[in-house]
């Protein structure tokens, strides 16, 4: 099997932890993994500790779509959580997966290393892109208004959204221009 990610060299069986077996990459330091001995490492191998997140470092992610050095399908991309922009590439059809360099490390300091089938979850997936998608919201309404006047109309907001007048004070703000 050749690297999906580098495409150099092949990969070549090692351990990722204690019994959890993987294909690695010499060259980019990636790995493959077989969803089956994930779950088995879980159940029986992973460390009844879960690690807390520390300071989260940049991992680089590797952007181009993959081809699944099992079984040549093109593997989808599943973003982690929303503090990282870095992806895993699973191949749906044999349920394998990769890890660039770093990613198994980002995925301990998420608190996520032990729930990788979750990430492939369409609710998962997009509970991450809402999140992501108000985040833009905020910055672009922070960018146009400024920080104290954003402040000011979210309070405003915040205000005439249950006001029992909400519809005559709404048709008064429309017609200011008549004034
Ligand atoms: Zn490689
Ligand atoms: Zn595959």
Redo the contacts with the bound molecule.
């Keep these: 099997m050749h ?1 999906p ?5 092949h990969l070549i069986p090692s351990l990722l932890e204690h019994n959890l077996p993987v294909f690695s ?1 010499n ?2 330091q ?1 790995s493959f993994i077989e969803i089956l001995s994930y779950r088995m490492w879980v159940d029986h191998s992973a460390p009844a500790e879960k690690k807390t997140a520390g300071m989260l470092l940049a991992v680089d992610d590797s952007k181009h779509a993959m081809v699944c050095p099992h079984c040549a399908k093109i593997m989808s991309k599943y973003q982690i959580s929303e503090h990282t922009p870095n992806k895993i590439d699973l191949c749906r059809n044999c349920g394998r997966f990769w890890l660039d360099a770093g990613e198994w490390r980002l995925l301990q300091e998420l608190g996520l290393y032990l729930e990788i089938p979750s990430i492939f979850n369409e609710p998962w997936q997009k509970a991450i892109r809402k999140t992501v998608s108000k985040k833009l919201r905020e910055e672009k309404l922070l960018t146009l208004f400024g920080v104290a006047d954003y402040q000011k109309i979210k309070e405003f907001k915040d205000w005439v959204k249950i006001h029992p007048k909400r519809a005559q004070i709404m048709d008064y703000l429309n017609n200011l221009s008549r004034d």
């Design positions: 690297c990610s580098c495409k150099t060299t990459c060259i980019c990636g």
